[in-house]
DNA sequence: TGACAGGGGGTGT
DNA sequence: ACACCCCCTGTC
């Protein structure tokens, strides 16, 4: 494989080797691996690696015979051209001394923007399964039903790829009884053509009660497919991560997730669903 | 070393 | 509340 040499990606996106972990590999995206400091990545089309520099600033390099074209898309990826500081600001820290922490421990986190049919198939994947083996069933999709990317690489499969797969060769690749949800919502989508397009523009409580209606898709995966994949802010996913943080450090012990839920959107507002990120980075790492 | 419980970032009934 | 399916882990 041939790369482009390595380019400064922006001067003014810090963030140190932690945070980049956490960002890239931390429950948003299933496809980095890191080597020896470069991390490698897939989605959508794109391949790139990506390393921190001295100065901590991220450099890429991406396959050649794409040029520079890789650059944008990765921009686009990160986000880079969200105003981070201002939707981080809007958080309730002021008052949260929990959240302030986070924040100050977490600097630079934030939500990728992933293409929505790609998260809707990874967090399908995801229900009961660690990051390890989720990220080993993105694997298998893609080599088993993808299309070849460079050399070696393939992209996830589309949904209409997905709904040409038999749910036994879905279950070859180790999705145990979630080949089952694969299959039905491959089939939903055939049957609906474009019935995703209206996703971004619908009010939350719809957008979320419509990904509600496909097959393994309950209140979680709903709420990381519109955070991770529509780019809505406002959505709180709610995993047992989450439950034991938010029981522990703001007391709600006993409450649901569902309710949990409700509590989060209320307390952190707008941007409640990357409040959920630092929350999950910090529970994490404990 | 091999077999065998136990359990997991969830959904559906 | 419990099954669902597979894989990984810890234990004997």
């Not at 995993?239 to 029981?247: P, Q, R």
Request: aromatic residues 10%; glycine residues 8%; proline residues 5%.
């Amino acid at each position: 494989m041939d790369w482009t040499p390595w380019g400064e990606l922006s001067p003014t996106f810090r963030l140190d080797a932690r945070v980049l972990r956490e960002l890239l590999d931390g429950g948003q995206a299933f496809r980095w691996y890191e080597t020896d400091g470069v991390w490698t990545g897939v989605w959508d089309s794109w391949l790139v690696r990506l390393r921190l520099n001295a100065a901590h600033c991220l450099e890429w390099s991406g396959p050649n015979d794409v040029g520079q074209s890789t650059a944008c898309a990765l921009k686009d990826y990160l986000a880079l051209g969200e105003d981070w500081e201002l939707a981080v600001d809007n958080m309730p820290w002021r008052s949260d001394p929990v959240l302030a922490r986070l924040m100050e421990q977490w600097r630079g986190l934030r939500i990728l923007r992933q293409p929505l049919e790609e998260t809707l198939l990874t967090f399908l994947c995801s229900s009961t399964k660690q990051i390890p083996q989720i990220k080993q069933i993105c694997t298998d999709l893609a080599q088993v039903f993808g299309s070849p990317l460079h050399e070696g690489v393939n992209r996830l499969p589309n949904w209409e790829q997905l709904y040409a797969a038999t749910e036994d060769d879905l279950r070859a690749c180790r999705l145990g009884y979630r080949a089952r949800y694969i299959k039905g919502t491959a089939q939903h989508l055939a049957q609906h053509p474009g019935w995703l397009d209206d996703l971004e523009q619908l009010p939350y409580p719809e957008a979320r009660a419509k990904l509600m209606a496909l097959p393994g898709v309950g209140g979680k995966i709903a709420d990381c497919v519109l955070l991770f994949g529509a780019r809505r802010l406002e959505a709180f996913p709610v995993d047992t991560w989450i439950l034991k943080a938010m029981s522990r450090q703001y007391a709600l012990s006993g409450w649901s997730h569902e309710q949990i839920a409700h509590f989060g959107r209320v307390h952190f507002g707008a941007g409640a669903g990357l409040a959920q990120q630092y929350i999950f980075a910090g529970e994490r790492s404990r």
